[in-house]
């Protein structure tokens, strides 16, 4: 069986992220990246709110974001998540957010595995580790 | 010794918190009355952090929003907090937004204490409960 | 022809709208009760967006949310709008947040017309009014 | 006479900007990068609401942060700003996030100037950019 590689998750800008530029708030791509990886994540048979409640998180260390197009209220967005790399306790994603076929912003954010009770850097458990490797 | 019972703490609106219109979105104001009772309980000898570690918390129950006048990106914005009322479970907060003299919005919310651990309602503890009514 | 007068909006809690509690931050659910009127009125036949770009807009003038139970992270909720009051130049929501069905939140919110270009005051596009009252 | 070059801005963690984890989200560092340019602006004798009012605008074009420690309720920061890079039309800010002398994020946001009216892509003003340089 093979492992989703990509995932494409749908949402539309809400007029709360947008702002006086009259376009969506540039903080608000990391919330949109963030809804692409739970749901990449849930495409993969894994729910980050399940992973919570075993002990697990991902804090993140890096984002980077490039901003090509403007995005604005009502707009539909496709979020295309992939995972790029895992590493024994580090998990890097790759974003590009589209509207149709127009790029609006692409980047990637990076993450490393921690114990929720002492937030202490883990490796990443291995059911995870071995369904993400496909 | 009286208690300190109306606070004012003062805030400049952030490019993120207006919205298309050119204005602060109107969620943004329940953020501000959050930050003005927040400065409330510490201007009355209590950080709202410790309160937490020492296994309590504060539960939204109700909020209250007039909206008079819309408040811009830049504007220095007063927010003039009350303890309006004091249960033995419950508080209710007063709040005016100024800008100036000029009032924005005002409201109220009302809050639940709770014990952390179970989420369970319970009796604010009494050496808060007893500085509360000064 | 008879107007929808109640419309059901779904949505997934996103990580970034729950806060240290572990629940759902209070303002974000104002920020629902707009993905809320903004669906309705779509699905009345008027794209919010559209309407601004006619030169009118919708400012909020009064917001009430009671809390009932807390929703967490990844929750599926169901916002169900009700436009209850139609005035001259006033509009009243009503909105219930369940998950499943189980009452979230409840609340309403008032909205005054104005025209973009000076922020006055005016009355209900005839065309709008006309449709929504069925 | 020169011209400041870093500026130190301060602000307090509000409840809302954190999330399920117990610490900032990681979306509210832009804003709080939002608020140090904004403020390094204004302390080299530029109000950001005023330049558009005259018609000019900065869409972000590159965003990136390194987290190394998470911040928490309550928490208060310093946002550190550098003008790092200023070209014809765009402009580099560099930042530090500091609680107390441990860095919690650091990162930098591209930008570029445009004509508010059509969103055109022009030269930083004049004026604006010879300040600048200082």
């Not at 702002?19 to 990391?30: F, K, W």
């Not at 075993?54 to 804090?59: D, Q, R, S």
């Not at 509207?99 to 114990?115: D, K, L, N, W, Y």
């Not at 490796?123 to 369904?131: F, N, T, V, W």
Request: proline content about 2%; glycine content about 10%; aromatic content about 12%.
């Amino acid at each position: 069986m093979t492992r989703p590689s990509i995932h494409d998750a749908t949402l539309r800008v809400r007029y709360s992220e947008t702002d006086a530029q009259g376009i969506v708030n540039n903080a608000a791509y990391l919330s949109y990246f963030e809804v692409g990886r739970v749901e990449w994540l849930r495409d993969a048979g894994f729910s980050y709110a399940e992973f919570e409640g075993c002990g697990f998180g991902f804090v993140a260390a890096e984002a980077l974001v490039h901003y090509k197009k403007a995005a604005r209220f009502d707009d539909e967005l496709t979020v295309r998540t992939k995972l790029a790399e895992i590493g024994r306790a580090t998990l890097r994603f790759e974003y590009e957010i589209l509207r149709g076929e127009e790029p609006i912003t692409s980047g990637h954010t990076r993450h490393g595995c921690v114990r929720i009770s002492d937030g202490k850097a883990v490796r990443i458990p291995g059911d995870l580790s071995a369904a993400f490797e496909g």
